[in-house]
């Protein structure tokens, strides 16, 4: 059984996170050790990743984004993702692609980033 991620106001489904997979904490708190290095917050409470889908054979594919499209880390931010992800015992492979549907935006932040970042 997965749980839907929210519908944004006039932006397409995202997908399905995998919340119910005995990796799916590890994989979270993997996440959440790869910081922006512009933002002194984790991608995870950013709101960057948008699912996280964990196969039967323990294969993740993340669906992430970045704050803008011309943020300097583009081309390594996913690499950063896999390499956090697979010492993970258990995981098969990791995927990561971006995707800048939906727009990031502050709104997607944990009230936990908001607070690091004096937004509350």
């Known amino acids: 059984m997965t749980e839907a991620s929210p519908k944004l106001e006039g932006a397409p489904l995202i997908a399905p996170s995998?919340?119910?997979?005995?990796?799916?904490?590890?994989?979270?708190?993997?996440?959440?050790?790869?910081?922006?290095?512009?933002?002194?917050?984790?991608?995870?409470?950013?709101?960057?990743?948008?699912?996280?889908?964990?196969?039967?054979e323990n294969e993740v594919h993340i669906t992430m984004t970045l704050t803008a499209p011309g943020c300097p880390v583009a081309g390594e931010m996913p690499g950063w993702i896999a390499d956090a992800i697979e010492p993970i015992g258990?995981?098969?492979?990791?995927?990561?692609?971006?995707?800048?549907?939906?727009?990031?935006g502050m709104d997607m932040m944990s009230d936990e980033a908001r607070l690091e970042l004096g937004f509350m």
């Open 18 to 56: 995998s919340t119910d997979h005995p990796l799916y904490d590890q994989v979270v708190e993997a996440c959440r050790g790869v910081y922006d290095p512009e933002i002194p917050v984790n991608i995870y409470d950013l709101g960057l990743v948008y699912t996280i889908d964990i196969s039967a």
């Open 90 to 104: 258990g995981v098969k492979r990791v995927d990561v692609d971006l995707t800048w549907e939906p727009p990031w």
